[in-house]
T-cell receptor, first 111, second 112 residues
Framework: GENVEQHPSTLSVQEGDSAVIKCTYS??????FPWYKQELGKRPQLIID?????GEKKDQRIAVTLNKTAKHFSLHITETQPEDSAVYFC??????????FGKGTLLTVNP | DADVTQTPRNRITKTGKRIMLECSQT?????MYWYRQDPGLGLRLIYY???????NKGEISDGYSVSRQAQAKFSLSLESAIPNQTALYFC???????????FGSGTRLTVV
């Protein structure tokens, strides 16, 4: 089955800096790659996703890039703010089949 | 608002007891999932169901069972709870035409 590796497990940045979280996946048939944000004590929520026919997608301060050849994808957050502090999960699936999640990255944005 | 509701929100139970976690949704989604979250281990799939007559094991189904009572309801049971089943449990839903998951608020289960 699919295996998703996520790095780093923790990331601390200063407010205003950029943050990058990287994931790799094992199944070359995977073609859907979402990112979820989980604030403390809350449910994971979808923040951005990308499909394999696209190399990059942006939404304001958040962007995701995908390299299908290397089987890795990354989340980029620019101009980080304290409210970006959360656990971020990457995931992968074949179409709208079940998602396999990475183990998460705890992002701390220091004021 | 259409949502995914989990009950109970918190539960403490004793080793060996049977416990059921319930999930209901008003989103009209056909697919439902149960995940378990442990610190440092991410979200791991326990069971999933793509419609009322379809039940599938995930990567960590041992010790768990499920029931899909209706399109909107998907329950997770621990037949004989053990301490290493202490975790945060999430139900999620998705639609066959839309790839993103909607998660419930979670059930924090402690087995003592």
């Amino acid at each position: 089955g699919e295996n998703v590796e996520q790095h780093p497990s923790t990331l601390s940045v200063q407010e205003g800096d950029s943050a990058v979280i990287k994931c790799t996946y094992s199944d070359s048939a995977s073609n859907y790659f979402p990112w979820y944000k989980q604030e403390l004590g809350k449910r994971p929520q979808l923040i951005i996703d990308i499909r394999s026919n696209v190399g990059e997608k942006k939404d304001q301060r958040i962007a995701v890039t995908l390299n299908k050849t290397a089987k890795h994808f990354s989340l980029h957050i620019t101009e980080t703010q304290p409210e970006d502090s959360a656990v971020y999960f990457c995931a992968a699936s074949i179409g709208n089949y079940k998602l396999t999640f990475g183990k998460g990255t705890l992002l701390t944005v220091n004021p | 608002d259409a949502d995914v509701t989990q009950t109970p929100r918190n539960r403490i139970t004793k080793t060996g007891k049977r416990i059921m976690l319930e999930c209901s949704q008003t989103k009209g989604h056909d697919r439902m999932y149960w995940y378990r979250q442990d610190p440092g281990l991410g979200l791991r799939l326990i069971y999933y169901s793509f419609d009322v007559k379809d039940i599938n094991k995930g990567e960590i189904s041992d010790g768990y069972s499920v029931s899909r009572q209706a399109q909107a309801k998907f329950s997770l049971s621990l037949e004989s709870a053990i301490p290493n089943q202490t975790a945060l449990y999430f139900c999620a839903t998705s639609d066959s035409g839309n790839y993103g998951y909607t998660f419930g608020s979670g059930t924090r289960l402690t087995v003592v």
